[in-house]
């Protein structure tokens, strides 16, 4: 501990200046930590274990609830923390250091490759949430503009396919419980401060509260699986996102591209035509079937007419 002190207490915004007089003060500090070390410990073995006997996690508001306290509230530099388990179970062929990802996969509660959360780097725990969060390497270009976008109805209207990571406008998924906005908001102001030339938690979050501005286009996107919704109404689910946009500075907008071209689109008549034509003739089987019944009859109606009037002249 003597080694790493000097960075634990860097980590942090407060300074630290013990008295030399009192040693019991940094002692009192080392004790402080190495309690919040052991009782993290103890969590993640005990949820690696996953007696149903346990009284701590045996609810499921329980574990809930003390996992977003451990995202959010937990002050513990990681490094420190990997440091101590490292020296409590160092890697061995018994898979400790599986055990390890096992258990910060569980934190985050996503679903990742198992070398995931062994390969990337992080300062604390709501920073391994972030990372979890994102899709991939592969990002748009940065771009400095921000363009205003219609919304996820309007676009369906105007004949675009709105889907779930596939097909013409790819949208990651949104789960929306109870603890969803602490925990955006948290990870979206870990950005403005520690991220703030990668702001993509930030950046989907802008152009979901530009596609989704009211109930309906809430409902689209729930319909099309984009969003996922726990909470009462649509409405709500409006709200929260609107909220979350509020006193947020978008410095880098990756979806700039994007939303010029969709706002193209969406200027252009011609994707109106075609949308309302598919929606009034070609929106299901029986649609379909009766617009080519009805196109047949007209063609059959043309020759008849045609053949009655040139046998009447000719």
Request: proline share 4%; hydrophobic share 40%.
């Amino acid at each position: 501990m003597d080694k790493v002190l000097p960075r634990i207490q860097s980590s942090y915004a407060v300074t630290f200046d013990f008295d030399p007089a009192a040693p019991n003060n940094q002692l009192d500090f080392i004790r402080m930590f190495l309690r919040d070390a052991c009782f993290i410990f103890e969590l993640f073995f005990r949820n690696y274990a996953n007696r149903s006997d346990d009284y701590m996690l045996r609810t499921p508001w329980q574990k809930t609830g003390i996992k977003l306290d451990l995202i959010m509230l937990n002050q513990l530099p990681y490094f420190a923390f990997k440091e101590l388990f490292d020296f409590i179970y160092p890697e061995d062929k018994n898979g400790t250091e599986s055990k390890n990802n096992h258990q910060l996969s569980g934190l985050t509660g996503e679903s990742k490759r198992s070398d995931f959360f062994k390969n990337i780097s992080c300062e604390f725990f709501l920073d391994y949430y972030r990372k979890s969060m994102l899709p991939g390497d592969q990002f748009p270009e940065k771009d400095d503009a921000i363009f205003g976008l219609c919304t996820a109805t309007q676009l369906s209207r105007a004949g675009l396919s709105v889907y779930r990571n596939y097909l013409e406008l790819e949208i990651p998924e949104l789960k929306v419980k109870g603890n969803t906005e602490c925990i955006m908001r948290n990870v979206m102001a870990l950005e403005q401060f520690v991220y703030r030339d990668e702001p993509f938690i930030c950046n989907y979050v802008f152009l979901l509260e530009q596609l989704t501005s009211t109930a309906e286009d809430v409902e689209f996107m729930i319909d099309k699986k984009i969003v996922h919704k726990w909470l009462g109404s649509n409405e709500e689910v409006v709200r929260m996102v609107n909220k979350l946009c509020g006193q947020i500075v978008v410095s880098r907008y990756f979806y700039a591209g994007l939303c010029q071209r969709l706002n193209q689109y969406y200027d252009n008549p011609w994707n109106f035509f075609k949308a309302t034509l598919m929606r009034v003739y070609f929106k299901d089987l029986f649609t379909i079937c009766s617009t080519i019944i009805g196109i047949v009859f007209l063609v059959f109606s043309f020759f008849s007419t045609y053949s009655t009037i040139k046998s009447l002249f000719f």
